[in-house]
């Protein structure tokens, strides 16, 4: 059994409660809109990371991790992409694809709302972990930790960091 920590729209803030929530996790899996270097070298100095790049990302970040990131992980395919829609309303860029090869787990950023919802239709699960950035419109930052045990996901659980813009280190 391994356990993840997720997380999405940093926008260049680490909030130090992040290592506290994640530091029993095997991987750190970032779903975009990382912001700077300085933070993935962060949390790649802490766990091994897995990350795709968002729309807010420049460069060099566009050039160290992709659009999109399909892999098996334990047993479970995993797409994580930043701008991917939810369930009844995936993205267009992504749709044909997901309805013809849909993955087990497919995480999603960019929209700040926390959403963990089945897509009964697809045979699949779908996260948002929210934002733990302070940029945007969200009121709390969120963070999301499971474990995947040959396949299936188990505890899941949504970690509150507290409200945007407010640091209580």
Not at 17 to 39: M, P, Q, R, S
Request: charged share 25%.
């Amino acid at each position: 059994m391994k356990k993840i920590g997720l997380l999405s729209d940093t926008h260049g803030f680490l909030d130090n409660k992040i290592f506290k929530y994640f530091k029993n996790c095997d991987e750190i899996w970032h779903a975009g809109d990382i912001g700077t270097v300085e933070l993935a070298n962060e949390l790649e100095a802490f766990k091994p990371l897995r990350a795709v790049y968002g729309n807010i990302d420049g460069g060099v970040l566009r050039q160290r991790y992709p659009l999109d990131l399909r892999f098996e992980y334990e047993g479970l395919d995993v797409w994580m992409t930043h701008i991917g829609g939810y369930p009844k309303r995936y993205n267009k860029r992504i749709r044909e694809n997901i309805q013809l090869n849909p993955p087990r787990l497919f995480i999603t950023g960019h929209s700040h709302i926390l959403k963990v919802m089945p897509d009964k239709s697809l045979g699949l699960l779908h996260i948002n972990p929210g934002a733990a950035g302070h940029h945007g419109f969200h009121k709390v930052k969120t963070l999301v930790r499971f474990d995947i045990d040959k396949g299936v996901i188990k505890n899941l659980e949504v970690i509150e960091l507290g409200a945007r813009g407010k640091i209580d280190q």
